[in-house]
């Protein structure tokens, strides 16, 4: 807890400058601080109690259960101060202390300035020195970004170069190591991007944009050769063994105005696999080393009143790690998604209902060599319609409908495996086992100017491997369909009431569920809910558990102050796409955010 001294010791040159202000010519000097100085502080804290249904708290880390720790808070303190018009510094602290939330990477178990940077930026020039966040293209090859709900961070800490001499040309140039909790990678990865687009470049008339774009990430680790413990003459074959992984993409961005699509080819270079747990051995597969490759392409119409947008991605064997380690799914970084250099989020819906988010496909974007329920990749698609029913019409009525579909199938790619030859051939657009359909439709209606309602329907089958975690297309799919409700009642002076009402139907796994939602918003600032959802259809009678949820919020300008006791059902969760497994808990939780 000592650390917490480092936020301290941030904040005192300036309490100790404002107590030193008896000037006018030090107050100005001040105001000029503070004005070019902004920042904000997110603060989560859990406090995991027993519980007589579900069970003492047990953490899922063996090294953090033995600190039997029930209290843990994630904080982060982010300061950006700005001066000389074109320059920026700043840094980011983090403290996970006494431990960090359950469903953490572990290595997050201290408080420590985590990243910092400096800036240079004009209309046509910008540097960065320090750690930097990137993504070129969609992120099928790089994307370093940070998503605290799951404990991700994968600044890049180096230098990067942005160049705009014109408006339709771009280049980026970067050299970093990967953030891994409050250290680096063992690795060096170096970038290039550039986008230029000719609509804007050649005045080509008919287009809003004609954007090709090009990029390169290279990965450079060192390796050293593991010893056979049982026989030490036995040297490891490393001809040709793929220390530097060169991977390039191609993209084409065209817009028509009401028509648009955009593809992107990126092609992995040779990368180590490794022996997966099912089978005997471990460690890399000894002189089989693969390339990966992906597809993406999208396409769409949009008018007033109608928008389509159809999205087909293919991906084999593209799991690209900041250290090769990263790759092998017995490794911690694997179970917590650590180490990613590239971005290949789920393209299904994402579902805002908590009984639509119990049964969800999680990509597959990985090679894994084995006979029987071995994998190379994924290969699907998603189609989203949405459509307003004009004011007035038979259904539309006075205020207008608006409707929304979404229907998305992904499945195994088409392969052939030999365990024996470490080898495998993929099929390039053969769908092989199907892992993921869903259907979703969304129907959002006002009745009057205080009354307003949301009605979904979810039909999804999903293998059973992707939901619950195992191997894929070998135990069967989870079919289930979900109908939910949400009214909403305007009380007048910022005051609002929103009931929602939610059923999971299956006859697979824990069966049925139901749910329900009671919200009252006092004012603009002051909100209070209640949620349950209840497993009663289990067929097993002492598992038919309720997960309830009490809690509110407060706000005041940009500080929002939230409470909430209850529980957390255990499984797949998911944050912009990404997934991983997490337990179930009970535990009362305080949220703190602010910026200034």
């Not at 100005?28 to 579900?54: M, P, R």
């Not at 390039?248 to 009401?258: E, I, K, P, T």
């Not at 002076?493 to 009671?518: F, M, P, V, Y």
């Not at 706000?555 to 796409?577: F, I, S």
Request: net charge negative; aromatic share 14%.
């Amino acid at each position: 807890m000592k650390k917490i001294a480092i936020f301290l010791v941030l904040l005192l040159p300036m309490l100790n400058f404002s107590q030193e202000v008896d000037t006018e010519e030090n107050n100005t000097i001040f105001k000029e601080f503070l004005n070019n100085l902004s920042g904000n502080l997110e603060s989560n804290a859990q406090w995991y109690t027993n519980d007589a249904v579900l069970g003492d708290f047990e953490d899922p880390n063996p090294d953090f259960e033995l600190r039997d720790e029930h209290v843990r808070v994630n904080s982060y303190l982010r300061l950006d101060y700005s001066f000389l018009d074109n320059f920026t510094v700043g840094l980011q602290v983090e403290s996970y202390e006494p431990l960090p939330l359950i469903n953490y990477y572990p290595e997050y178990n201290d408080t420590q300035i985590a990243t910092y940077y400096a800036n240079y930026r004009n209309k046509t020039l910008d540097v960065t020195a320090g750690y930097f966040y990137e993504q070129f293209g969609s992120g099928l090859l790089l994307r370093a970004f940070e998503e605290r709900q799951l404990g991700l961070n994968t600044a890049l800490r180096g230098g990067r170069i942005k160049y705009n001499p014109t408006e339709y040309l771009d280049v980026t140039a970067l050299y970093g190591q990967q953030r891994v909790a409050f250290d680096v990678s063992e690795s060096d990865i170096f970038g290039f991007d550039t986008n230029f687009d000719f609509a804007k470049a050649f005045e080509i008339k008919g287009f809003s944009r004609l954007n090709l774009g090009l990029s390169y990430v290279g990965k450079k680790e060192d390796f050293t050769p593991p010893v056979d413990e049982f026989d030490p003459t036995n040297e490891f074959d490393t001809t040709d063994f793929p220390e530097m992984i060169n991977s390039y993409s191609a993209r084409l961005d065209v817009d028509f105005g009401n028509v648009y699509f955009k593809t992107e080819y990126a092609l992995k270079g040779e990368d180590v696999s490794y022996i997966p747990p099912a089978l005997p051995g471990t460690g890399i597969i000894e002189g089989k080393y693969f390339d990966g490759n992906a597809l993406l392409f999208t396409a769409g119409y949009s008018k007033k009143g109608l928008g389509v947008s159809n999205t087909f991605r293919r991906m084999e064997n593209m799991i690209f790690t900041a250290e090769r380690e990263a790759k092998n799914i017995s490794s911690t970084e694997f179970q917590f998604n650590m180490q990613n250099v590239n971005y290949l989020p789920t393209l299904t819906k994402q579902q805002d209902y908590s009984l639509a988010n119990i049964y969800i496909y999680n990509t597959q974007p990985g090679l894994f060599l084995q006979n029987f329920g071995g994998q190379a990749g994924e290969i699907g698609n998603t189609l989203d319609i949405f459509y307003n029913f004009k004011k007035g019409s038979l259904l539309g009525g006075k205020y207008g409908t608006k409707f929304t579909m979404n229907f998305s199938y992904w499945a195994l790619l088409e392969a052939e495996f030999d365990q024996a030859e470490s080898t495998y051939e993929a099929e390039f657009l053969k769908f092989g086992k199907r892992l993921n359909r869903d259907i979703n439709f969304e129907v959002r209606k006002r009745f009057s100017k205080n009354w307003s309602s949301i009605f979904t329907y979810v039909n999804t089958i999903v293998d059973k491997g992707v939901a619950l975690g195992g191997n894929l297309g070998t135990d069967g799919d989870i079919k289930s369909q979900v109908a939910i409700a949400d009214i909403t009642h305007k009380l007048g002076n910022g005051k609002s009431i929103r009931i929602e009402a939610q059923h999971l139907w299956t006859k697979d796994d824990k069966k049925n569920w139901a749910g329900g939602t009671l919200e009252y918003v006092a004012s603009r600032k002051l909100a209070f809910y209640v949620t349950d959802i209840y497993n009663y259809g289990n067929d097993i009678e002492e598992d038919q558990n309720h997960y309830y949820n009490i809690g509110g919020s407060f706000t005041k300008g940009a500080t929002r102050v939230a409470l909430n006791y209850g529980r957390q059902r255990g499984g797949l969760l998911c944050v912009g796409g990404v997934c991983r497994f997490v337990p179930e808990n009970t535990g009362l939780t305080l949220n703190l955010s602010t910026s200034f």
